[in-house]
């Protein structure tokens, strides 16, 4: 079997994706995706620029050759564009891969480990009525899991809370607001109504989305310990991964980190030291199923399960491929499930199903996942951006 095509689609049913389509001589087709969300044309370029050219012609079964070809073939290794680029080739191969074997694609990953897959779902408010209006329609979608972000006092625009955008000046990353002094009085008191409003089991997560200092960190994971999370998240740029040891020391609410992460280097301390709890990152952003895969079996080794990153900026074929190893690895932990748009939904027909807030990933031959492409036409790439984020005196911070 020989790989005769590849195609880049750019489509934007809502927002911005990225797909990798691969055609072989027998023409069983694979899809990858390859989304970077707010820098979506650089892995587009990667793609068709340097990485297409060379697939045409090599055999679409010789995964892992051609996934460390292209890594170490580029010289230049690691890092987010070249890793989703990867990612995109890897996935589309065994989604070839498992349709020739004429079974879905966890059947190749060691078969199912349990019967579904478990998710949480997005809540969010200004204010805790918007935000307990917002759990009670996840607890209605079926979601058993939920992340809780709201806004803070004083604070106009916040990480993980609707508000309105001002597009007239075009596409131009919107400007959020960030005080920490602020966010650490007021979260812990969030958590304390929404455990008075749902009781203590509802299992409850939150997203600090990197902006707090080791210390910062370790105070909010200690302040949250009588509302029992779930998990806290991105507590700390965890670039340094050492910082880490700090908010281990000082807190036993549970740690997730990775969705920005793109190769196991960057865990290497987390994992090692059990640091963490959990491991975030995706099948897009990681380079594919094939180095996913390895790291999932790495944090077995030190009791971390998994969780992979699952918003609206992962496509759903990459969130097929998720579901797929979630649904197969021995340490599995939960799966995002942000949903989609209608849109999205016709762009990207999939067997996938979401029931009583668990995926299955179906057991159609290969991923899943098809793409229409009369539809993903109708829908195009649309610039944008993701958000920034600004102190009260405007010096930037993380967003
Ligand atoms: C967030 C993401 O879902 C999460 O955990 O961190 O929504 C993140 O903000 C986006 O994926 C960025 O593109
Ligand atoms: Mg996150």
């Keep these: 079997m020989k790989i005769v095509d590849a195609k880049v ?32 044309l650089a892995v ?34 690691r890092g987010p564009v070249t890793m989703a680029a990867i990612a995109a080739v890897d996935v589309a191969l065994w989604d070839i891969k498992a ?31 918007e935000l307990f209006d917002s759990i009670r329609a996840r607890l209605e979608q079926g979601y058993q899991a939920i992340r809780v972000q709201t806004g803070v006092p004083g604070l106009k625009r916040v990480y993980g809370v609707r508000h309105t955008v001002d597009t007239a000046a075009g596409p131009r990353p919107v400007v959020e607001d960030w005080d920490t002094a602020a966010y650490l009085r007021s979260l812990p008191k969030v958590f304390d109504a929404v455990r008075q409003e749902f009781g203590p089991d509802l299992p409850l997560l939150h997203d600090a989305h990197h902006r707090l200092t080791p210390m910062q960190a370790a105070r909010l994971g200690k302040d949250l310990e009588p509302y029992d999370l779930f998990w806290l998240e991105d507590c700390t740029p965890a670039e340094n991964q050492e910082g880490l040891r700090l908010v281990r020391s000082h807190t036993t609410t549970p740690l997730a980190i990775g969705e920005v992460f793109n190769t196991v280097y960057d865990y290497r301390t987390l994992i090692g030291e059990q640091l963490i709890d959990y491991v975030r990152s995706a099948v897009t952003h990681f380079g594919g199923v094939s180095p996913l895969r390895k790291l999932f079996d790495y944090a077995a080794q030190y009791q971390i399960k998994t969780a992979v990153h699952g918003p609206e900026d992962i496509s759903p074929v990459g969130m097929a491929a998720a579901i797929h190893l979630d649904l197969a690895v021995h340490n599995f932990g939960i799966q995002e499930y942000a949903g989609y748009t209608e849109a999205t939904e016709a762009v990207f027909p999939h067997a996938y199903t979401f029931t009583d807030g668990h995926l299955h990933p179906g057991e159609e031959p290969g991923l899943g996942v098809s793409l229409d492409e009369e539809r993903a036409a109708a829908h195009p790439y649309e610039a944008a951006y993701l958000p920034i984020n600004r102190l009260q005196d405007g010096t930037i911070h993380d967003w």
């Design 9 to 40: 689609v750019l489509t934007s049913p809502g927002r911005n994706f990225v797909t990798l389509r691969i055609e072989t001589d027998e023409g069983v087709t694979g899809l990858g995706d390859a989304t970077l969300n707010g820098r979506e």
């Design 44 to 77: 587009v370029s990667y793609l068709t620029d340097h990485v297409v050219p060379l697939l045409l012609g090599t055999d679409p079964h010789r995964i892992e050759d051609t996934w460390q070809s292209l890594y170490r073939g580029a010289y230049w290794r």
């Design 99 to 129: 349709k020739v074997a004429g079974l879905p694609l966890y059947q190749l990953l060691g078969g199912a480990s349990r019967e579904r897959v478990r998710t949480y779902g997005h809540a969010s408010g200004r204010d805790l009525p």
